[in-house]
């Protein structure tokens, strides 16, 4: 495409936008691209699996890599922690292992699956699609993490001259029998 190259971000609370006017050809014919990455906010019950949604869409321009950052308790600012190159599919992965990619280059999906959320993980991630010749485009997406109160319970009964020791689990609803009359089951 040849002519000028206006672009106008647009901030939205999940979407990063930029509107593209494209002179084309003699008949001085404008067309308008809209790119967009889209994010969105994402819950999990802690030691769960989460899924951190990121795809751009309306770009016909070269990927040259996605390159996730995080804020949380732990890190005060944005840091790199994932990067995904289209070229062989190579990603770079930092520390944290538990961080994988589950999306598809081919798309334009940039999605990672986080397994055993623990609370530190809550926080913000930012998605960021670099694309060449315009730059970047990205999306933060919240993190929000719901603890688990382990409650135990034991409770001994005496059923005609039998005690039993059991384990009640209120979060998951079991029941287990730790003992009986004083002997480990």
Sequence with gaps: MNGENVSQRLDLDDVDCSLKKWNKGFRREMYYLLMIVIGGNVTVIQDDTAVLPCVLYGSTESLTQITWQRRNRLIKTNTNFYTIVPENGKYFNGNDKRFSFVGNISVKNGSLQLSNVTLSDEGTYTCIYTLFPSGNYKTEI??????????????????????????????????????????DS
């Design 142 to 183: 919240p993190l929000n993490v719901l603890g688990i109160i382990h409650l135990f319970v034991t409770v001994n009964v005496a059923l005609c001259c039998t005690v039993l020791s059991l384990k009640v689990n209120l979060v998951t609803g079991t029941i287990t029998v730790l003992n009986i009359n004083g002997r």
